[in-house]
């Protein structure tokens, strides 16, 4: 399984990349191969507001439905327009053009009570 080092996780699979009070949000290498074939999207519009661990929207496989959750507090400021019409884009670049949002975060310091890479990896065992 790919967890790049750089990013941090949630214990729902979610990954976020901070750069600067932006923080680019999706699902990991891991959520993705349990996943399996994504088929249906559902993802919030800019300017919502979301509180850490509020559901943001749902994912749809072949195989399950899950609710996707905010790893950080703030303003929904970017979404990736162009996944509901390249789903595969999630399983084949979840980290890259796999993005789903993108959240100003109220207080930046609250990703430092997310996983490190590492961290991740012992929690999932992989």
Avoid: C
């Amino acid at each position: 399984m790919n967890t790049p080092a750089e990013l941090r996780y949630t214990r729902s699979d979610e990954w976020v990349r901070v750069e600067g009070d932006i923080a680019t949000v999706g699902i990991t290498d891991y959520a993705q191969s349990e996943l399996g074939e994504i088929v249906f999207l559902e993802l919030p519009e800019p300017g919502r507001y979301l509180q850490t661990d509020e559901t943001f929207g749902v994912i749809e496989s072949v195989k399950a439905a899950s609710d996707l959750y905010a790893p950080v507090e703030g303003e929904v400021v970017e979404v990736n327009e162009a996944l509901p019409s390249a789903l595969e884009t999630i399983n084949q670049d979840p980290y890259g053009k796999g993005w789903m949002i993108k959240i100003r975060m109220k207080d930046p310091s609250q990703v430092e009570n997310l996983m490190s890479a590492e961290a991740y990896r012992h929690y999932r065992q992989l």
